[in-house]
């Protein structure tokens, strides 16, 4: 395939990816933070766009011109190869990156400065290998509650949230909302997000931190203020008390099984603290750290084939139980909500 082909196809294919809708694209920004980050983003995409550019064509016109035929030609008079290094080299570098770490510094600067001694967090987040303990402080502490893998926020205001790590080094972000934090074991850092619209935005850990590290994704929903409080006010509230025989029978299952030695669920004697807090499981979107989806088949394979579906969690394959036990553990999950 000539030149002349190759250049035009790359270029189109570099457009169509660039516009591939990722759910997790920077360039997407559903809040002031990400928006900052988007705009510079796309100042460096640009400008670096630009210079690819001028360099292959410069690299073309250097090989297939004729020797001598450019002699006289050119609008400045480049007096010899030294001049273009100096210029091309190192003036045009320079002016460009400069100014790109100028607009850093100025896109840096509109974001709050936080310490552990300006912040009072609304939310605490724990990042385990290989999932995410949500804690919500706000309200005195017979109010807080926990949860896993989904934070809600409300609209249109900021929140600020406390990290830590409970193991290894993980990394917070929702390319949506912010940028990247890192988790580090022994420190505690900070990030406010906000979001413009309601909406549900996914992240992930961005700092590798073991086998399922690809699957340590995370969701936060971004609910308006009134569906926000209506959350926030059921998620005070204990798990639901079973109704109907499967699901009664389903409780007994649960509290009989191992489960109680890791989860809590609140409410009832299960106050484990190893592994997420299921009380009210069923309102989540996705299980196993936002990996499947939180509907009955994978809830029962995650239940009795974890270590299958996500190689090296501690939740261990449960594989006693029979068939109507299983339907109705699972039954009895189902309705916490």
Known sequence: MSVRRVIPLSTILLALAACGGSPQSTLAPAGPAAGLLAHLG??????????????????????????????????????GGHQWILIGGLAIPFVVLTGIFILSLVRESAFPIKDGGKVTPEIQVIGHQWWWEVHYL????????????????????????????????????????????????????YIRIEADRPGSYQGQCAEFCGAQHAHMRL???????????AWHQHMLSPAAIPQGVDAQHGEAVYMNAACTFCHTIGGTPSQGKV????????????????????????????????QSMKPGVLMPNLTSFNGVDL???VAYLDQLK
């Open 275 to 306: 592994a997420p807090d299921l009380t009210h499981l069923a309102s989540r979107q996705y299980i196993a750290a936002n990996t499947y989806r939180n509907d009955t088949a994978d809830l029962e394979a995650w239940v009795t084939h974890a």
């Open 138 to 189: 706000t309200g005195p502490e017979n109010e807080h509650f926990v949860t896993a893998n989904e934070i809600h926020i409300p609209v249109g205001r900021p929140v600020d949230i406390e990290l830590q790590s409970g193991d290894v080094v993980h990394s917070f972000w929702v390319p949506a909302l912010h940028g990247k934090v890192e988790l580090i074991p022994g420190v505690t850092n």
């Open 219 to 229: 969701l936060v929903v971004a609910d308006s203020p009134q569906t926000y409080a």
């Open 42 to 79: 796309w100042v460096v995409y640009i400008t670096f766009g630009i210079a690819a550019v001028v360099t292959i064509i410069i690299v073309l016109m250097a090989a297939l011109r004729r020797r001598g035929s450019l002699d006289g030609h050119l609008p400045i008079d480049i007096g």
């Open 327 to 329: 339907r109705d553990l």
